[in-house]
C-alpha cells in the first residue's frame, strides 16, 4: 500500500492543457494514464460523424423512400458493416459505457443533420449500439471463461 508520501509523488502535475489548466497524471505499473482522459472525446466523434457521413454517402436520405426488396437489404447489409466498424473501433480504442454512448450520440445527430427520418434515424442507431453493447458482453464472457 502506498504511503501519503508516494501518492504525493505519483500525483505531480506533469503538463498543462490548452488554457493553461494543470494536467494530473498517476504513474502506476509503469505506465502513464490521465485521470481525466476518459472525457476526451474528439477522435471518436469524428469516428462517429465519419460512420454517419459514409451511411450519407453509400445510402442517400432520398434514398429512405425505397420499398424494394433490394433497398431493404442494402441498408441491412450497410448497417452491418457500419456496426462491424465501430465494434472493431471498440475493440482497439477499450470504450467504456459514456464513450459508447458518446458514439451512438453522436452517430444520431449527424444523421439527424443529414436529413434522414426519425425512424431511420432510431433504427440506424440502435443497430450500431446494439451490436456495441453486444460485442463487450461477448469479450466479458470470454475473459470469465
Known amino acids: 500500500m502506498p504511503t501519503s508520501a508516494m501518492r504525493r509523488d505519483m500525483m505531480k502535475p506533469d503538463a498543462h492543457d490548452k488554457r493553461g489548466n494543470r494536467i494530473y497524471y498517476s504513474v502506476l505499473k509503469g505506465k502513464t494514464m490521465a485521470i481525466f482522459g476518459f472525457l476526451e472525446t474528439r ?24 420499398t424494394d ?5 442494402q441498408i441491412t447489409v450497410i448497417l452491418e458493416g457500419l456496426a462491424a466498424r465501430a465494434v472493431r473501433y471498440h475493440a482497439e480504442h477499450k470504450l467504456g459505457i459514456y464513450k459508447k454512448a458518446k458514439l451512438a450520440n ?18 440506424a442507431t ?20
Open 43 to 66: 477522435e471518436l466523434e469524428g469516428f462517429a460523424t465519419a460512420l454517419a457521413e459514409d451511411l450519407g454517402r453509400r445510402f442517400p436520405p432520398a434514398s429512405e423512400a425505397r
Open 106 to 123: 453522436v452517430f444520431k445527430w449527424k444523421l439527424s443533420e443529414l436529413g434522414y427520418s426519425a425512424d431511420f434515424v432510431d433504427r
Open 126 to 145: 440502435k443497430e450500431v449500439a446494439t451490436r456495441l453493447a453486444a460485442s463487450s458482453t461477448r469479450s466479458k464472457k470470454k475473459a470469465e471463461a
Open 69 to 73: 426488396p433490394g433497398a431493404k437489404h
